[in-house]
């Protein structure tokens, strides 16, 4: 998400008339686009800012972007003097004005209201990728997970209409891109705000009919709002990627309660069930937060109960970190740092394991890659499957760049944690 509001950034501002260049000491502005999810990304983006005004700031504009530039408003002004511009991700659209006010004599300008009933979408976006390409379909959040900042940084949610969705992916198949991402950060609450009232399923199996697509993916999704319809479509048509980043954070209904995250443990593996029924291999990830306040040995050990269930085939793991204006923040029995970390370490060991296993069963199989990248120290090319596993595969007679952005059938080789190895079975020349 934050990789696609960058793309919507400087798209922007490509179409008024922006040269962008190589590198930032090249610049004559410099935006930072941040991200605040995390504990101490704040401090980090201090850090970077004063490092590069030290070493190559004199002459240029700075802007911070992002969830860091909501969350701090005004203040990073006060941190970051040589800051001139704070901006939040609604005002985006808003950045040439924001711009041409510092050109005619403003020091600070700030775009941070999250009044608005429009989406964040910009006319403009630049691609990075030739192939695959983002496209947010809802923007916000109205969940109040305890521990989350989004809701203040992003504000509530907020949809596109289906067919400026379906218009854009209809441009994207038309320019050459074979994948579309659906992004948002309850990606499943999506309501088409017409009368159509498309809702995220239909919407997904219309992106899939669209002719050019062969791969349609979705991130994030939030347990309270997948529904039956969406494993539906999923397996009524194989362009929808047969990968579920499903996030669960943890395996104790005591602990979910505490994080308001409005299931129980039974209702996600209800949902887990249905994947698990699909006629398709369902590929299934998830986000694991541990040390969470008052999370006990035994609310630990549920997740690990969990992991040995669901047979995850990867996660994103973290620790506990209190975030501003959330509700954990008045939470008693806080979990000291040194647990945090000893149990973190637990989860990640069970499930390297528990993905050792998953990929070994793939070998000899073969896999539909999309062909992403080079790795030439290696002599190796760089894809992903369906179920979004990467796979390092050799094909001793492309040359040069000719294998990117093509389906290739890969026979797999060998397997490691994250990885497959594998060899293409296609006449590639």
């Known amino acids: 998400m934050n990789v696609h509001d960058s793309e919507k950034v400087a798209g922007t501002l490509l179409a008024k008339g922006y040269s962008q260049v190589e590198t930032p000491e090249e610049a004559d502005l410099v935006l930072y686009n941040t991200c605040s999810i995390r504990d101490k990304a704040e401090q980090k983006v201090f850090s970077r800012l004063q490092q590069f005004k030290r070493e190559n700031g004199r002459g240029k504009v700075f802007g911070v972007l992002g969830c860091v530039a909501q969350q701090e408003g005004e203040k990073i002004f006060e941190r970051a003097p040589h800051v001139s511009l704070v901006a939040g991700s609604a005002s985006y659209t808003k950045l040439p004005e924001m711009l041409v006010q510092l050109e005619q004599g403003d020091r600070r300008v700030t775009g941070l209201s999250l009044e608005t009933d429009e989406t964040f979408d910009t006319p403009f976006t630049r691609r990075d990728n030739p192939y695959r390409a983002y496209i947010t379909i809802i923007e916000g959040c109205d969940k109040s997970c305890a521990y989350c900042v989004v809701p203040f940084t992003r504000g509530p949610e907020r949809s596109?209409?289906?067919?400026?969705?379906?218009?854009?992916?209809?441009?994207?198949?038309?320019?050459?891109?074979?994948?579309?991402?659906?992004?948002?950060?309850?990606?499943?609450?999506?309501?088409?705000?017409?009368?159509?009232?498309?809702?995220?399923?239909?919407?997904?199996?219309?992106?899939?009919?669209?002719?050019?697509?062969?791969?349609?993916?979705?991130?994030?999704?939030?347990?309270?709002?997948?529904?039956?319809?969406?494993?539906?479509?999923?397996?009524?048509?194989?362009?929808?990627?047969?990968?579920?980043?499903?996030?669960?954070?943890?395996?104790?209904?005591?602990?979910?309660?505490?994080?308001?995250?409005?299931?129980?443990?039974?209702?996600?593996?209800?949902?887990?069930?249905?994947?698990?029924?699909?006629?398709?291999?369902?590929?299934?990830?998830?986000?694991?937060?541990?040390?969470?306040?008052?999370?006990?040995?035994?609310?630990?050990?549920?997740?690990?109960?969990?992991?040995?269930?669901?047979?995850?085939?990867?996660?994103?793991?973290?620790?506990?970190?209190?975030?501003?204006?959330?509700?954990?923040?008045?939470?008693?029995?806080?979990?000291?740092?040194?647990?945090?970390?000893?149990?973190?370490?637990?989860?990640?060991?069970?499930?390297?394991?528990?993905?050792?296993?998953?990929?070994?069963?793939?070998?000899?199989?073969?896999?539909?890659?999309?062909?992403?990248?080079?790795?030439?120290?290696?002599?190796?090319?760089?894809?992903?499957?369906?179920?979004?596993?990467?796979?390092?595969?050799?094909?001793?007679?492309?040359?040069?760049?000719?294998?990117l952005g093509k389906y290739l059938p890969v026979r797999v080789t060998r397997s490691g944690p994250n990885s497959l190895v594998g060899e293409c079975l296609a006449n590639v020349l």
């Not at 697509?213 to 979705?218: A, K, S, T």
């Not at 306040?293 to 035994?298: I, R």
């Not at 030439?376 to 499957?385: E, F, S």
């Open 160 to 403: 596109r209409t289906g067919e400026s969705v379906m218009a854009e992916a209809r441009r994207l198949a038309e320019s050459g891109h074979t994948e579309i991402q659906l992004l948002g950060q309850n990606v499943n609450s999506y309501r088409d705000p017409t009368p159509a009232g498309w809702d995220f399923a239909t919407l997904l199996a219309r992106v899939g009919e669209i002719p050019g697509i062969r791969r349609v993916r979705y991130t994030t999704s939030h347990p309270r709002d997948f529904g039956k319809s969406i494993v539906d479509a999923m397996d009524a048509n194989p362009v929808l990627c047969n990968h579920v980043h499903l996030p669960v954070q943890s395996g104790s209904d005591h602990v979910l309660a505490s994080m308001d995250r409005l299931y129980t443990r039974a209702d996600y593996m209800r949902r887990i069930e249905w994947l698990k029924n699909s006629p398709r291999d369902m590929a299934i990830t998830t986000d694991i937060i541990v040390g969470f306040p008052g999370e006990t040995e035994s609310d630990f050990q549920q997740t690990l109960d969990l992991l040995d269930e669901v047979q995850y085939d990867s996660l994103f793991s973290f620790k506990y970190s209190p975030r501003p204006n959330t509700s954990a923040l008045a939470l008693g029995d806080q979990i000291p740092e040194e647990e945090k970390t000893r149990r973190l370490m637990i989860l990640q060991e069970k499930q390297r394991a528990i993905q050792i296993r998953r990929n070994a069963e793939l070998i000899g199989s073969v896999q539909e890659v999309l062909v992403e990248g080079r790795n030439q120290a290696l002599g190796q090319w760089i894809g992903r499957t369906t179920q979004n596993r990467v796979v390092n595969f050799t094909a001793p007679d492309a040359r040069g760049d000719s294998l």
